[in-house]
């Protein structure tokens, strides 16, 4: 069976109603299979598609031609539409590359259907779709047009499987400290005995699986003195002290980058301290349970593999120089 559209170029109507649907389906904000499904032939078919048909509405060109220039002109043509956006206040983002490809899709798609219409019947571009296998077609022909078939719709599946199947990107956690005004220029630095100080702890989990967290906070009293015999700087640790054990679980938290960074945890963490000197507060972040600590111990002994950067056993680490006077 033969089809054949002579009336109508409905392939241009079909691309307008497929970027309409793009179009209402990012701006709703719509995730997931349907809008990877539109989105893909919208951003690398449908402009050159439109830009072909209203260069060429005859069949001056054959149609795999017309595939070839399709794709490449798409992807020309979104690339200069980002190029052009970067030098304009609104940037390279979805939203404006949108638009832009929406009005570009209609005025194209407007041009390319009047070209269509004043072309001769007898010379327009039509799609034809043919659905049987033509009566004096050899059997060789017949199996070599199957397996294209097979082949064809395998490697669409193969490619709808790579592009729905999540993609495991980097692991990590994000531990970071801000100060009481959730800014990084105002730390407590120098305090007096006895006077409370805050600080906000943070935690974003980007691990795909949930994590229980476990974060210790310990006091370092510590010196750097030369050894004349190794000929470097070494860390003396004059005392160390527990100061808090905070658990948190958290699960995994998707990186979105239209969205900017994004806040999971944070803890508000006041403390003061009851002696004079300059302390190193340390903050280590642990993916499992710790043992626990007495507050009023002193643990120098193990500094070393608790705050020292070479031995810790901490998968995140974060401090504070702070100075306290009487």
């Known amino acids: 069976?033969?089809?054949?559209?002579e009336k109508y170029p409905i392939t241009i109507f079909f691309c307008l109603i497929w970027s309409i649907l793009g179009f209402l389906l990012i701006l709703l904000n719509i995730d997931g299979t349907p809008r990877i499904i539109i989105s893909i032939p919208l951003t690398i078919y449908i402009p050159g598609y439109v830009t072909i048909y209203a260069l060429f509405p005859n069949n001056s060109i054959s149609k795999m031609e017309r595939i070839t220039l399709n794709v490449g002109i798409s992807l020309a043509i979104v690339t200069l539409i980002g190029l052009l956006l970067n030098f304009t206040t609104w940037?390279?983002?979805l939203v404006p590359i949108l638009n832009c490809l929406e009005i570009f899709i209609f005025s194209v798609g407007s041009i390319a259907i009047l070209?269509?219409?004043?072309?001769?019947?007898?010379?327009r571009y039509n799609l034809t779709i043919n659905i049987t296998f033509p009566k004096n077609e050899s059997k060789l022909n017949k199996t070599l047009t199957m397996l294209l078939a097979i082949s064809i719709i395998t490697v669409t599946c193969i490619l709808l499987y790579v592009i729905l199947t999540p993609k495991m990107e980097e692991k990590f956690t994000e531990f970071y400290l801000l100060d009481s005004n959730n800014r990084t220029d105002d730390y407590p630095t120098h305090l007096t005995i006895g006077e409370n100080a805050s600080v906000i702890i943070g935690i974003v989990n980007h691990e795909y699986k949930?994590?229980?967290y476990t974060i210790e906070v310990w006091l370092s009293n510590q010196t750097t003195e030369y050894n004349y015999t190794s000929e470097k700087n070494e860390t003396v640790y004059n005392n160390l002290w527990f100061m808090d054990k905070i658990n948190v679980t958290l699960d995994h938290k998707t990186i979105d980058i239209e969205k900017g960074q994004l806040l999971q945890w944070e803890y508000n963490?006041?403390?003061?301290?009851?002696?004079?000197g300059n302390f190193k507060l340390v903050f280590l972040l642990y993916t499992s349970p710790t043992i626990d600590y007495f507050k009023i111990q002193d643990y120098k002994m193990?500094?070393?593999?608790?705050?020292?950067n070479e031995f810790t056993t901490a998968y995140r680490t974060t401090y504070l120089w702070i100075n306290v006077n009487s």
Request: charged share 30%; glycine share 2%.
């Open 91 to 93: 940037g390279i983002r």
């Open 210 to 212: 949930t994590i229980n």
């Open 302 to 308: 193990i500094a070393n593999q608790k705050i020292d």
């Open 1 to 5: 069976m033969l089809i054949k559209f």
């Open 115 to 123: 070209r269509w219409i004043r072309t001769p019947l007898e010379k």
């Open 269 to 276: 963490y006041t403390f003061n301290f009851t002696k004079k």
